[in-house]
T-cell receptor, first 114, second 112 residues
Framework: TQLLEQSPQFLSIQEGENLTVYCNSSSVFSSLQWYRQEPGEGPVLLVTVVTGGEVKKLKRLTFQFGDARKDSSLHITAAQPGDTGLYLCAGAPDRGSTLGRLYFGRGTQLTVWP | EAQVTQNPRYLITVTGKKLTVTCSQNMNHEYMSWYRQDPGLGLRQIYYSMNVEVTDKGDVPEGYKVSRKEKRNFPLILESPSPNQTSLYFC???????????FGPGTRLTVT
């Protein structure tokens, strides 16, 4: 059972297009993190969101945390070939027996063609 | 330089031969964890540790052991590796699960 459902799994677009990646769950999270991973390397943090409804921007990337802290989205404006990579969301549960855990989505492999 | 190191980076072994993958961090982080990454399955947590001598199971702990005798080290032990443990393994450290995770470079393990 995947606690965090990430979609789409694959995304292949042309340079200049916009895209959105979704990360959904039925569980409440104390924080939601987005990572990017290049082939042969470990994931690197892009952003952490902690407050329901929070929106953070990182240049052309916009991250949003749902009001109920159960879901998040990553929107990229005018994608560039340098955005190509595997995008992963990760959530730390808010309470209960899984308090020390960190759950990852299955990832979205983004390819941006010139 | 702040970093998480893992060794070895690549390992090919045979079924049943005990092995240890080491993980070390120099950031004085309390929280350390091990993940395996398989195509289409994302990162799955194997074990995590909230502090020295405190470890707990993640999603897929079967066939693995860990120990946390020192704050900086968190080795992953496969007592009797099997082919279904062929995977890419990552160690990570942080101040806690809701903080930025710093990942090691990964260990690609093949069990034949």
């Amino acid at each position: 059972t995947q606690l965090l459902e990430q979609s789409p799994q694959f995304l292949s677009i042309q340079e200049g297009e916009n895209l959105t990646v979704y990360c959904n769950s039925s569980s409440v999270f104390s924080s939601l993190q987005w990572y990017r991973q290049e082939p042969g390397e470990g994931p690197v943090l892009l952003v952490t969101v902690v407050t329901g409804g929070e929106v953070k921007k990182l240049k052309r990337l916009t991250f949003q945390f749902g009001d109920a802290r159960k879901d998040s989205s990553l929107h990229i404006t005018a994608a560039q070939p340098g955005d190509t990579g595997l995008y992963l969301c990760a959530g730390a549960p808010d309470r209960g027996s899984t308090l020390g855990r960190l759950y990852f989505g299955r990832g979205t492999q983004l390819t941006v063609w010139p | 330089e702040a970093q998480v190191t893992q060794n070895p980076r690549y390992l090919i072994t045979v079924t049943g031969k005990k092995l240890t993958v080491t993980c070390s961090q120099n950031m004085n982080h309390e929280y350390m964890s091990w993940y395996r990454q398989d195509p289409g399955l994302g990162l799955r947590q194997i074990y995590y540790s909230m502090n020295v001598e405190v470890t707990d199971k993640g999603d897929v702990p079967e066939g693995y052991k860990v120990s946390r005798k020192e704050k900086r080290n968190f080795p992953l032990i496969l007592e009797s590796p099997s082919p279904n443990q062929t995977s890419l393994y990552f160690c990570a450290s942080s101040y806690g699960p809701k903080y930025e995770q710093y990942f090691g470079p990964g260990t690609r393990l093949t069990v034949t």
